[in-house]
C-alpha cells in the first residue's frame, strides 16, 4: 500500500484542526500506545478542559503525517526509533524528549493458543496464517523483522514468509488480527494480552530472542502552536496520574521492569536498519 493511501484517513485532521492553541492540543502517535493514551488524553481534558486530538496510526506514517500538515503539537511514536529519526530532521525539540515506559516483544495469539505455538519457528509450520506490522513504517514492523532476522535460518524465514498473510498499518491493526482471527499469530507487544484479555495471550520470548527493550518516548514538536500547553500535557503523562493509566495497561515503568520480564538485562531503545527485501511485501 502506498504511503499516499496510508495516509488517506488523517486528511480530515490536516484541514480541519483550527482552535485556538490554549485549548486544544493535537499529537501524533504511534498506535502502540493506544488505549493508555485515549483514556490519559480523556482524563487530561476532564482535569485542565484542554481537548487532546490523538492521530494514530504507524509511527513512521504518521511522524510524515505531521511534517505534510506542517502542524501538530506532539510527537509520541511508538519506539525510539522514529523518535531518533524525527530528532535527526528537526522535527521536535530534543530537548523536551521524555521516555514514558517500557515495552517488549512477544508472540501473540487468540487467547487459549489454540494452535499451540509456543516458539517462534512454530511460526513455520505450514498452513498457519502469520501477520508482522509493516516494517517500513511501523516500529514493531521492525522489531519483528529485527528478531527473525537473527533467529531463523535463510529455510526458516522463507517457510515464515510463506506464512505470512499481510502487512497490518499500525499496532492497533496487528492486536486487531488476533482480536478478529485474521491472523493466527502475530509479533507484536506483549502488552496486547492487556488491551483485549478476553481475545488476546502473549507468548513470552525466550530472553535469548529478545533483542533490545523497546520504550515510548513522547517530544515537543517543532510545528506546535503552544510549546508551554504542550509541555504541560508531557508533565502530565509522565507524572503520576498519567503513569497510572500507563500501568492499568501493564506498561513496564522502568527498564528494569522490562529486564525482570524478560529475564536478563538488555539493550534499550536505539534503531534498526530493516533490510530493503522485507520492504517489499
Same mark, same amino acid.
Given at each position: 500500500?502506498?504511503?499516499?493511501?496510508?495516509?488517506?484517513?488523517?486528511?480530515?485532521?490536516?484541514?480541519?484542526?483550527?482552535?485556538? @492553541? =490554549?485549548? %486544544?492540543?493535537?499529537?501524533?502517535?504511534?498506535?502502540? !500506545?493506544?488505549?493508555? +493514551?485515549?483514556? $490519559?488524553?480523556? *482524563?487530561?481534558?476532564?482535569?485542565?478542559?484542554?481537548?487532546?486530538?490523538?492521530?494514530?496510526?504507524?509511527?513512521?506514517?504518521?511522524?510524515?503525517?505531521?511534517?505534510?500538515?506542517?502542524?501538530?503539537?506532539?510527537?509520541?511514536?511508538?519506539?525510539?526509533?522514529?523518535?531518533?529519526?524525527?530528532?535527526?530532521?528537526?522535527?521536535?525539540?530534543?530537548?523536551?524528549?521524555?521516555?514514558?515506559?517500557?515495552?517488549?516483544?512477544?508472540?501473540?495469539?487468540?487467547?487459549?493458543?489454540?494452535?499451540?505455538?509456543?516458539?517462534?519457528?512454530?511460526?513455520?509450520?505450514?498452513?498457519?496464517?502469520?501477520?508482522?506490522?509493516?516494517?517500513?513504517?511501523?516500529?514493531?514492523?521492525?522489531?519483528?523483522?529485527?528478531?527473525?532476522?537473527?533467529?531463523?535460518?535463510?529455510?526458516?524465514? @522463507? =517457510?515464515? %514468509?510463506?506464512?505470512?498473510?499481510?502487512?497490518?498499518? !499500525?499496532?492497533?491493526? +496487528?492486536?486487531? $488480527?488476533?482480536? *478478529?482471527?485474521?491472523?493466527?499469530?502475530?509479533?507484536?507487544?506483549?502488552?496486547?494480552?492487556?488491551?483485549?484479555?478476553?481475545?488476546?495471550?502473549?507468548?513470552?520470548?525466550?530472553?535469548?530472542?529478545?533483542?533490545?527493550?523497546?520504550?515510548?518516548?513522547?517530544?515537543?514538536?517543532?510545528?506546535?502552536?503552544?510549546?508551554?500547553?504542550?509541555?504541560?500535557?508531557?508533565?502530565?503523562?509522565?507524572?503520576?496520574?498519567?503513569?497510572?493509566?500507563?500501568?492499568?495497561?501493564?506498561?513496564?515503568?522502568?527498564?528494569?521492569?522490562?529486564?525482570?520480564?524478560?529475564?536478563?538485562?538488555?539493550?534499550?531503545?536505539?534503531?534498526?536498519?530493516?533490510?530493503?527485501?522485507?520492504?517489499?511485501?
Amino acid at each position: 500500500m502506498s504511503l499516499a493511501k496510508l495516509l488517506m484517513p488523517f486528511a480530515a485532521v490536516i484541514f480541519s484542526f483550527t482552535a485556538s @492553541a =490554549a485549548d %486544544r492540543l493535537l499529537v501524533y502517535a504511534g498506535a502502540a !500506545s493506544k488505549p493508555p +493514551t485515549e483514556e $490519559a488524553a480523556a *482524563l487530561y481534558e476532564q482535569r485542565t478542559g484542554v481537548k487532546v486530538d490523538v492521530v494514530f496510526g504507524g509511527s513512521g506514517y504518521v511522524l510524515s503525517q505531521m511534517k505534510l500538515a506542517r502542524q501538530g503539537d506532539l510527537y509520541f511514536p511508538g519506539s525510539s526509533d522514529y523518535m531518533e529519526k524525527a530528532k535527526r530532521d528537526g522535527d521536535v525539540f530534543p530537548e523536551t524528549e521524555k521516555v514514558l515506559v517500557y515495552l517488549v516483544p512477544a508472540i501473540n495469539v487468540y487467547k487459549g493458543n489454540p494452535h499451540g505455538i509456543r516458539t517462534l519457528k512454530d511460526l513455520t509450520r505450514p498452513g498457519l496464517k502469520v501477520a508482522i506490522a509493516n516494517p517500513e513504517g511501523v516500529c514493531i514492523g521492525a522489531y519483528a523483522v529485527e528478531i527473525l532476522e537473527h533467529e531463523l535460518s535463510p529455510d526458516e524465514k @522463507a =517457510a515464515f %514468509r510463506n506464512n505470512l498473510a499481510n502487512y497490518t498499518e !499500525s499496532c492497533e491493526k +496487528t492486536a486487531t $488480527a488476533i482480536s *478478529l482471527k485474521m491472523a493466527d499469530a502475530v509479533i507484536g507487544w506483549g502488552v496486547f494480552q492487556h488491551w483485549d484479555p478476553d481475545r488476546i495471550e502473549s507468548i513470552p520470548l525466550p530472553k535469548a530472542q529478545i533483542p533490545r527493550v523497546g520504550y515510548l518516548p513522547i517530544a515537543v514538536s517543532r510545528f506546535t502552536r503552544d510549546r508551554a500547553s504542550a509541555q504541560r500535557f508531557i508533565d502530565f503523562l509522565t507524572g503520576p496520574d498519567g503513569q497510572a493509566v500507563f500501568a492499568k495497561y501493564r506498561y513496564f515503568a522502568t527498564p528494569e521492569d522490562a529486564f525482570a520480564w524478560v529475564g536478563e538485562k538488555k539493550p534499550v531503545g536505539g534503531e534498526y536498519v530493516v533490510p530493503a527485501d522485507w520492504l517489499k511485501k
